[in-house]
Each structure stands twice: as structure tokens, then as C-alpha cells.
């Protein structure tokens, strides 16, 4: 993942997409290139997991929320290559 400024990473707060919806990472400006623009206003950034909290490229749908591939892993679950 690309690198954040710390002034950047002040002004970013963590965001469930929609009910049920998987976490994001959102902020007003746009903290680097690999930000995306979003309808409602602001840039979206990694996803992050419900489990682990952390950033991530990616989340996967577990019965308990939204899962990193590393979490879903330690819990023995099949990730898809």
C-alpha cells in the first residue's frame, strides 16, 4: 500500500460502506493517488477488516463480518487464489 502523510492520516476516519457493508478507510482530501473519489463526497481509501482492524487490499464475507484474507486464513477457511 502506498504511503500516507501523517497530516493525511489525522484527517482519515474508518466508515462502514452501507448497513452491513464492509469498513473503508474515508477522508476529504485525497491522501494519495491510490484514493478513489466517492459519490457522496471524499476520497476512499484500503478496506479495512472488522477482525484485525487493519488496512487491507481486500475484504472477503465471513459470518462474523468482513475479513482480511489473513484472518480468514487463521481461521482455516479456503481463500480463493
Known amino acids: 500500500m ?3 502523510d501523517s497530516e493525511a492520516r489525522r484527517q482519515i476516519e474508518v ?11 474515508i477522508s476529504q482530501k485525497r491522501p494519495n493517488a ?4 466517492v459519490d ?3 476520497y476512499a481509501g484500503p478496506y479495512v ?3 484485525c482492524q487493519k488496512p487491507c487490499q481486500g475484504v472477503y464475507k465471513a459470518e462474523d463480518g468482513w ?3 489473513d484472518c480468514r486464513k487463521a481461521v482455516g477457511v479456503k481463500v480463493a487464489a
Do not use: E, S, T
Open 2 to 4: 502506498k504511503r500516507v
Open 15 to 25: 466508515r462502514r460502506m452501507w448497513k452491513g457493508g464492509p469498513l473503508r478507510q
Open 34 to 37: 491510490g484514493w478513489i473519489a
Open 40 to 42: 457522496a463526497g471524499g
Open 49 to 51: 477488516c472488522d477482525k
Open 67 to 69: 475479513q482480511c484474507g
